[in-house]
């Protein structure tokens, strides 16, 4: 899987990011300017969205960056 914009879930973006790793510290960006680690995010939201559909992406992220993550 080359391309970013196939990333549907959890799985797709962690072999997106497996795949596109080549050892560069600097996260490979796809056309969309998201690297795996966002795609990674989304489908975190996403995932919670579905199990709490009145928590908004804002929080969650909110949520995600004071765990560290």
């Known amino acids: 899987m080359s391309n970013g914009s196939q990333i549907k ?4 973006a962690l072999q997106w990011a497996k795949d596109s790793s080549d050892g560069r ?3 490979y960006r796809d056309d969309h300017g998201k690297c795996a680690i966002d795609y ?7 995932a919670v969205i579905k199990n709490h559909p009145n928590a908004t992406r804002e929080e969650i992220l909110e949520g995600m960056d004071a765990m560290g993550f």
């Open 9 to 12: 879930n959890l799985s797709d």
């Open 40 to 46: 990674l995010r989304d489908s975190i939201v996403e």
């Open 25 to 27: 510290e600097v996260p």
